[in-house]
């Protein structure tokens, strides 16, 4: 089985522990089997591969993405990467073309899209499973997961199926309604539309020429940005004659907000946090190395990051997106492929900043033209090459570089280090890389 993942969104709606770069499903907030945490990401990866332990995953993903993807899931993960956003159509028309022109997928084979982050038991997967097994029945072009809906919402679109079967053809599409609306919808049977299709690729593939004009995927990377803006319901779902939905009654759940997302949590807290016994139905989230105290706190959730701190009421947390847009600050913190930084402190003229690399992991040989920097190492064992000349570092460690001095660092255990820099125009645009000297 083929399955692309999309993987997309602002970081808005679960502000401040995610943003620009760590979206919701990259936050480590979900109980895992072992006891510890992991992201929505994390896990939606373990299911897939625990159903289907053959199952070629690729990820669909924007360039901001990538590395935290790797840190994540490793370096071997498949990733296909727009140069810019073009909504879904574009993005799965990437991801189709990559699969065939770069991983070598024949047009009789069957790829199913879902999105990154549903929270889901695995009867989700093997459902998937059985829609990739029907994509390539004779007379049906496109099959669609329909979600049995638990409740009237305002937030998903719905699907008016032509029969109440397990499997069958889709009457309409209706936009996201209002709650009355809703109710309307489910009385005639409809299902939310949870963003999942099964097709062969080949038929994609035409769709994609027919609406695009390009060669292969490299001529379409190139031209990405040229392409229109437009989903793939628009673009092909409800253009489509050819076209069926399976009914999925299991567990789902859309963790898009504050309030459905503390509803998965395993804890009312995760970091140093205390509620008193005046507390009710209260979710802290503490990523700071300070306590956070709540007392008579009820139906709240308060969060608190680098980023900033949150303190809502549950039900007012799914309204924080347009807030979140006026807030205007760079990223104070993220996941590399090689690890993670997190800013500690900015002023007009030096930024510190605490980097912790992986094992066998290390920053880009590089240099700065209008800064300078000084490394302290906190603890673990690495290497550090200084114009060319590599040395030893560990624990104590002070090493300095003047604008221009090109430098790397290399871990051999997890490294600590921070780092402060000092200009006049400090910006992450200042950075000229170099190939890594040797070293004997």
Not at 1 to 30: A, T
Not at 45 to 61: H, S
Not at 375 to 386: C, E, N
Request: aromatic residues 10%.
């Amino acid at each position: 089985m083929n399955i692309i993942l999309l993987s997309g969104g602002s970081g808005k709606r679960l502000w401040p522990l995610s943003n620009d770069i760590r979206s919701k499903q990259f936050i480590r907030m979900l109980s895992d089997e072992k006891g510890g945490f992991e992201s929505m990401l994390g896990r939606v990866y373990r299911q897939i591969t625990t159903v289907d332990p053959q199952v070629q995953i690729t990820i669909a993903t924007g360039k901001k993405q990538v590395s935290l993807i790797k840190n994540q899931l490793g370096d071997k993960v498949n990733v296909c990467v727009e140069p810019c956003r073009r909504d879904t159509f574009p993005a799965i028309c990437l991801a189709v073309s990559y699969l065939h022109d770069i991983q070598g997928v024949r047009e009789d084979e069957t790829v199913v899209v879902c999105p990154v982050d549903p929270y889901v038991d695995t009867s989700y997967f093997e459902t998937l499973k059985e829609m990739a097994d029907m994509a390539g029945d004779p007379g049906t072009n496109l099959y669609l997961m329909g979600i049995e809906p638990t409740y009237p919402s305002e937030k998903y679109g719905y699907i008016i199926p032509d029969s109440c079967d397990p499997v069958s053809g889709v009457d309409t599409f209706r936009e996201k309604p209002d709650v009355a609306t809703a109710k309307k919808y489910i009385a005639q049977g409809a299902l939310w539309n949870g963003g999942v299709f099964a097709f062969q690729l080949g038929y994609l593939l035409q769709k994609a020429h027919e609406r695009m004009e390009f060669t292969d995927y490299q001529d379409l990377y190139a031209r990405y940005g040229e392409m229109e803006k437009i989903s793939f319901d628009y673009a092909v779902a409800e253009r489509e004659k050819g076209i069926r939905v399976l009914r999925y009654k299991g567990e789902w759940k859309d963790l898009g907000t504050w309030n459905t997302f503390s509803e998965a949590m395993a804890d009312y807290t995760l970091g140093r946090v205390q509620l008193n016994e005046t507390c009710e139905n209260t979710h802290v989230v503490n990523e700071l190395n300070i306590p956070i105290l709540c007392m008579g706190c009820k139906d709240m959730v308060i969060a608190a990051s680098s980023d900033g701190i949150l303190i809502s009421d549950k039900e007012q947390s799914s309204y924080i997106k347009p807030y979140v847009e006026q807030i205007e600050q760079q990223v104070m913190y993220a996941e590399k492929s090689w690890g993670s930084f997190t800013v500690l402190d900015i002023q007009e003229d030096s930024l510190i900043i605490k980097i912790v690399l992986l094992p066998g992991h290390g920053l880009y040989y590089h240099s700065h033209e209008h800064r300078d920097e000084v490394w302290t190492v906190m603890s673990g064992q690495g290497r550090a090459a200084i114009d060319g000349v590599w040395r030893r570092v560990s624990p104590g460690d002070v090493i300095s570089m003047p604008a221009g001095c090109r430098h790397t660092v290399q871990a051999d255990s997890e490294l600590k280090i921070i780092e402060v820099q000092l200009g006049k125009n400090i910006s992450v645009e200042d950075k000229q890389k170099y190939e890594l000297p040797f070293q004997e």
